[in-house]
Nanobody
């Protein structure tokens, strides 16, 4: 089992920034990829950003250069720096890790609310 502890969500005004953190209970070397997804009520969970074990990063089109994903191996932590937040970014953000054998694990989710 993998435990994921997320932090950093909150309420901000449009144009402000937040940084989300997700600490994993296992070394990052167990994971093929780490990333962030988000979900709003009534919609499917969607990809925000991922980073592979080879440091390849993928961003959703709506990020448009505003978000940056990074990883600190020594802390087994993945971050999502979110700048220029918009009201459309309001969602529950979930941390995800995928082990090399393909198993996915999810965090409990952290609420991000952006008011315009």
């Amino acid at each position: 089992q993998v435990q994921l502890v997320e932090s950093g969500g909150g309420k901000v005004q449009a144009g402000e920034s937040l940084r989300l953190s997700c600490a994993a209970s296992l070394s990052v070397f167990n994971f093929a990829a780490m990333g962030w997804y988000r979900q709003v009520p009534g919609k499917q969970r969607e990809l925000v950003a991922t980073i592979s074990d080879g440091d390849d990063v993928t961003y959703a089109a709506f990020v448009k250069g505003r978000f940056t994903i990074s990883r600190e191996n020594a802390l087994s932590t993945v971050y999502l720096q979110m700048n220029s937040l918009q009201s459309e970014d309001t969602a529950v953000y979930y941390c995800n890790v995928r082990k090399h054998i393909g198993t996915n694990y999810w965090g409990q989710g952290t609420q991000v609310t952006v008011s315009s």
